[in-house]
């Protein structure tokens, strides 16, 4: 099992490259949980919070492993999971509005680690998480194909 730091800079990596490869994923990620409880819920939208709940309950238990792993800065995990989930929601909103042509190359790498690094800057200390981009930097295929491998429609 991957570290809670390599687990959530993967995550954000993932969303971020994907969001690069066509902007309609971070209105996904962004929509996912009130689309789906409009279709699933009978008590109008509340299953949107519930889904929303499961989402950040998730993000909060790999943050507070980090915590008590000594991976990440102490404090509250909700509080960090909320500031990791909109730093990257945000960015990921204002590179889909922005995009035109899609970065490449290098340019690419700089704009994902600037938007991960809103992400972590105030959650684990920066050689650890930029260690894992550097990883991601260099192997852009693998984590491409572990995404592809999700299954149909994965890749977008």
Not at 30 to 37: F, G, Q
Not at 61 to 66: F, L, N, P, Q, Y
Not at 112 to 128: D, H, K, Q, T
């Amino acid at each position: 099992e991957k570290d809670p730091v390599t687990r959530l800079v993967e995550y954000a990596w993932l969303i971020c490259d994907s969001t690069l490869d066509d902007p309609r994923v971070a209105l996904f990620f962004m929509r996912v949980p009130l689309d789906l409880a409009k279709v699933h819920s009978e008590a109008g939208g509340r299953g949107a919070v519930n889904l929303d709940e499961a989402h950040m309950a998730h993000l909060s238990a790999v943050i507070s492993d980090g915590m008590r792993l000594g991976l990440l800065r102490k404090g509250t995990p909700r509080l960090a999971a909320n500031a990791y989930w909109g730093a990257l929601i945000m960015n990921l909103t204002e590179i889909a509005v922005a995009s035109g042509q899609a970065p490449e190359g290098k340019q690419r790498e700089r704009l994902m680690e600037e938007v991960l690094s809103y992400c972590f800057e105030g959650l684990a200390e920066g050689a650890r998480w930029r260690k894992v981009c550097s990883r991601l930097s260099a192997d852009p295929a693998g984590l491409r194909k572990a995404r592809d491998a999700l299954g149909p429609g994965a890749k977008r």
